[in-house]
């Protein structure tokens, strides 16, 4: 029987990926930063480790708790929508820290064993912002571009090892937590310059005529561990895959 190791699946993508795998009879390290046996199904394969990605000890201790893994999703991540000029270094920092440092971290700790067995699958969990650039998202595209690069550069270097490196690239999915997750970091960054602008961008976000669903990405993210031949980046949910299609 393989084994998952997920991170960030207190919600959103990661607990429904999490919970996906499980039903398809594979063993889950679902991994959170405050561990909560709640908020998942109640299963013999299913194990909750604390682990927070900016944190060196809590990596060593997860991924020295989870033993033997077969496949690493790294989808923990934070957002932030805001002016540049409205954001702090801090909170440019925090952003990188989480979604760029903390997904090569995983990475790099968890690769020795796959090395080792010449066996592995790694998942990162970036955007589609990243295909097509929004305003007022500069922070957040660029943590998400620079693990998209990354990982196409990593996916290289390890195909002599037989260990792959996939991208799962979501569209907006309203149901998550990650909006509200975002909003604290979000205080009091709007410029008075901008405050028009912005508007308009708020606007026009509306109501949107397509979204991504959690289930698309645990979808996607299955495809991306079980199927060898899938390429490198794949896009999750209908406005995701709209947007690849016309890039
Ligand atoms: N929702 C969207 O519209 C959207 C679109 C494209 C891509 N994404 C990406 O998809 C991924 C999942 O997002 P989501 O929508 O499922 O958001 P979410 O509901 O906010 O889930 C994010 C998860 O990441 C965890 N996390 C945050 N910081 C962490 C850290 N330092 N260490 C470990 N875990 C941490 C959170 O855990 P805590 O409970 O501890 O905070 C939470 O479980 C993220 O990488 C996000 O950037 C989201």
Request: proline share 5%; aromatic share 6%.
């Given at each position: 029987?393989k084994?998952?190791?997920?991170?960030?699946?207190?919600?959103?993508?990661g607990?429904?990926?999490?919970?996906?795998?499980l039903?398809?009879?594979?063993?889950?390290?679902?991994?959170?930063?405050?561990?909560?046996?709640?908020?998942?199904p109640?299963?013999?394969?299913?194990?909750?480790?604390?682990?927070?990605?900016?944190?060196?000890?809590?990596?060593?201790?997860?991924v020295?708790?989870?033993?033997p893994?077969?496949?690493?999703?790294?989808?923990?991540?934070?957002g932030?929508?805001?002016?540049?000029?409205?954001?702090?270094m801090?909170?440019?920092?925090?952003?990188f820290?989480?979604?760029?440092?903390?997904?090569?971290?995983?990475?790099?700790?968890?690769?020795?064993?796959?090395r080792?067995?010449?066996?592995?699958?790694?998942?990162?969990?970036?955007?589609?912002?990243?295909?097509?650039?929004?305003?007022?998202?500069?922070?957040?595209?660029?943590?998400?571009?620079a693990i998209?690069?990354?990982?196409?550069?990593?996916a290289l270097?390890?195909?002599p090892?037989?260990?792959?490196v996939s991208l799962?690239?979501?569209?907006?999915?309203?149901?998550?937590s990650?909006?509200?997750?975002?909003r604290?970091?979000?205080?009091?960054?709007?410029?008075?310059?901008?405050?028009a602008?912005?508007?308009?961008?708020f606007?026009g976000?509306g109501?949107?005529?397509?979204?991504?669903?959690?289930?698309?990405?645990?979808?996607a993210?299955?495809?991306?561990?079980n199927?060898?031949?899938?390429?490198?980046?794949?896009a999750a949910g209908?406005?995701?895959?709209?947007?690849?299609?016309s890039?």
């Amino acid at each position: 029987m393989k084994t998952v190791l997920i991170t960030g699946c207190s919600s959103g993508f990661g607990l429904e990926t999490a919970r996906y795998f499980l039903d398809r009879d594979w063993q889950v390290v679902a991994t959170m930063r405050t561990p909560r046996d709640d908020v998942m199904p109640r299963s013999e394969r299913l194990r909750v480790l604390a682990l927070d990605v900016t944190n060196p000890d809590s990596i060593r201790q997860a991924v020295q708790a989870a033993g033997p893994i077969d496949a690493l999703v790294n989808n923990a991540g934070i957002g932030m929508l805001g002016a540049l000029e409205g954001t702090s270094m801090q909170v440019a920092r925090e952003v990188f820290e989480t979604n760029t440092f903390g997904t090569i971290a995983m990475t790099q700790a968890m690769l020795p064993q796959f090395r080792e067995r010449k066996a592995g699958v790694i998942v990162n969990v970036t955007s589609s912002v990243t295909l097509k650039s929004l305003p007022l998202l500069s922070v957040y595209t660029a943590s998400k571009a620079a693990i998209n690069a990354f990982t196409e550069s990593l996916a290289l270097e390890l195909q002599p090892f037989n260990v792959r490196v996939s991208l799962v690239l979501p569209g907006r999915a309203p149901e998550t937590s990650f909006g509200a997750n975002a909003r604290s970091r979000m205080q009091g960054n709007s410029p008075e310059a901008y405050a028009a602008f912005a508007q308009s961008v708020f606007a026009g976000m509306g109501q949107p005529s397509l979204i991504t669903r959690a289930l698309d990405v645990a979808e996607a993210v299955w495809r991306a561990v079980n199927d060898a031949s899938c390429p490198v980046r794949i896009a999750a949910g209908a406005d995701a895959v709209a947007l690849a299609e016309s890039c």
